[in-house]
């Protein structure tokens, strides 16, 4: 049995996940945490999510006991669990994104505990990293490169953190810069497009749970690879089965590719 705590409790995909682990054999929910201004700390976590009693009330602390910490709230969330996790030496999966900042703290804190961060948790969104960096050294330079991403209103950065990991992961396989190659969006910019960019342009409609795609083209033809995430709940089972594979791994930064 693995004991596990969810940060972003009561977030979209904190609701999603407490209810998975709820149904898993595998798995038992240890500590359910929120920001300290939360407006029901101290509360049943099952309660307040509406789907009864759960015997385990909204914290802001991390618990001595847990196996693994799943965190989907913020960068200042992540920030502020990461020493108590190391305290505690309980593992953490992290599918926050723009925590770029994190990095070098996280780096550090992965000599005490494992570590599993990955801007998306869905498993055909890591597939998608790997053949889109294939499919691009295959093409070659003469194939202009655009990635496109759509997601809900609610979404706080764009472009997706799924989005910068799929061009970075292009320039990383083709010998690119992404920093100097990458162009956000067109809008007063010059029309003519130069060789080796990369476009990456952010959509924000309605309840779109994610989508991605990245557009190869040349004269003459096109090839693109897309994934679309139905529901939330792809990302939630990610989650938990990279929560499975780090309980009790030695510490160390790993990703969801060290599982595929």
Request: proline content about 5%.
């Amino acid at each position: 049995m693995i004991t596990v705590g969810i940060s972003g409790a009561m977030g979209r995909m904190g609701v999603q996940l407490i209810k998975l682990v709820q149904a898993d054999a595998d798995l038992k929910l240890g500590a359910a945490i929120e920001r300290a201004d939360f407006p029901g700390i101290g509360g049943d976590v099952g309660i307040l999510q509406g789907a009864g009693p759960l015997g385990v009330n909204l914290s802001v602390q991390v618990p001595p006991g847990l196996d693994v910490l799943i965190d989907f709230s913020t960068p200042d969330g992540v920030a502020k669990l990461i020493d108590p996790c190391v305290a505690t030496r309980t593992a953490m999966v992290i599918g926050t994104t723009g925590i770029e900042s994190l990095k070098p703290k996280l780096a550090e804190a992965a000599a005490a505990i494992p570590i599993l961060a990955s801007p998306n948790m869905s498993v055909g969104v890591n597939l998608v990293f790997r053949i889109a960096a294939e499919i691009a050294r295959s093409l070659g330079i003469d194939y202009d490169i655009e990635v496109v991403e759509a997601h809900h209103r609610f979404k706080k950065d764009a472009p997706s953190g799924t989005a910068l990991k799929i061009a970075d992961e292009i320039a990383k396989a083709t010998g690119r810069s992404l920093d100097e190659q990458a162009v956000y969006g067109r809008y007063g910019k010059p029309l003519d497009r130069k060789p080796g960019e990369i476009g990456i342009h952010a959509v924000r409609c309605g309840d779109i749970v994610g989508e991605h795609t990245v557009i190869y083209a040349t004269l003459g033809e096109r090839v693109e690879l897309k994934h679309v995430a139905h529901s939330r709940e792809t990302f939630a089972r990610g989650a938990l089965r990279a929560a499975k594979f780090i309980a009790g791994r030695k510490p160390g930064q790993y990703s969801i590719a060290d599982i595929l």
